[in-house]
């Protein structure tokens, strides 16, 4: 769950939720200087349902008793956060092996940046499940590699490529819904381009920070509009079951975000 703080109150925005914004930047991706997706299809739709293991825990979060608010995705227990993943991996493949590979990729990238833990079962759990997740790329790599419409992109240039954008679009996505601050500029780097990796820079208005000027311009049209869906809690909770009932009351409340170039 990603917490965005707002004056009336936070507002909770689920992972599936913050992943649609994510997939929403992969769909409007793509120009002269930043490239082309491909297979666009699938590398969108990995980027758009790489939180997809979150589903039912979205549905009965689990409370942070330090905070008494759900769980922060970057504060989640490994082990169970380790699960999630690896069940939305297992959910992926029922779409197709190349998303499912994109979105095995993008996981692993993540637990490998991930804060590690101290906790001697948390580290054999992390390496436990990069073993798992690499033996199912190998092996997906090994199918999709003859498939004649897939080959071409299963090239180690063409895989690193594809896991660097659903990354960026995942980490410029986590950042607009937490919330920039007016009239502070954000940094995206190793962003991937046609003559080689460069920065992005996020810019809010001072009079508005849902409206957003990008540069360079990655996308493909002009202004950029991006929608979810929070739930606003204006409180604590003292427990888990306080916090799933708290949750089913909330309001829910839309942000629209408007990415505009320089």
């Known amino acids: 769950m990603v917490h965005r703080d707002d004056p009336g109150g936070l507002i909770a925005i689920s992972q599936p939720a913050h992943a ?16 082309e997706v491909a297979p666009r299809e699938e590398v969108c739709l990995a980027a758009e349902l790489h939180d997809i293991g979150f589903l039912e825990w979205e549905r009965a979060p689990t409370l942070d ?12 227990p490994t082990r169970p956060h380790l699960a999630l993943w690896a069940q939305g991996v297992q959910h992926l493949l029922s779409f197709s092996r190349y ?9 692993t990238y993540l637990c490998r940046h991930k804060k590690p833990s101290h906790n001697p079962r948390d580290a054999q759990a992390v390496e436990d499940f990069l073993d798992q997740q690499q033996a ?6 090994s199918e999709l590699a003859e498939d004649p419409a897939y080959g071409g992109h299963t090239t180690p240039e063409a895989l690193e490529r594809n896991t660097r954008l ?9 950042q607009l819904c937490l919330g920039l601050p007016a009239g502070r500029a954000m940094t995206v ?6 003559q080689g990796p460069t920065t992005l820079q996020l810019q809010p208005a001072a009079h508005n920070p849902l409206h957003i000027t990008v540069r360079p311009w990655p996308f493909r049209t002009g202004d950029v509009p991006l929608v ?3 739930r606003r809690l204006p409180g604590t909770f003292g427990n888990e079951a306080l916090l799933r009932a708290g949750m089913r009351r909330a309001p829910t409340t839309t942000l629209r975000i408007t990415l505009r170039p320089d």
């Open 166 to 174: 659903i990354a960026t679009w995942d980490w410029v996505s986590l």
């Open 20 to 35: 649609w914004v994510a997939g929403q930047l992969a769909r409007h991706w793509g120009n002269a200087v930043f490239g």
């Open 189 to 194: 780097t190793q962003v991937p381009a046609v």
């Open 136 to 141: 199912l790329q190998s092996e997906l790599l």
């Open 228 to 230: 979810c869906d929070g």
């Open 65 to 76: 008793a330090d905070t008494g608010r759900p769980h922060h995705f970057m504060n989640m």
């Open 99 to 107: 998303v499912a590979l994109m979105g095995s990729r993008h996981v």
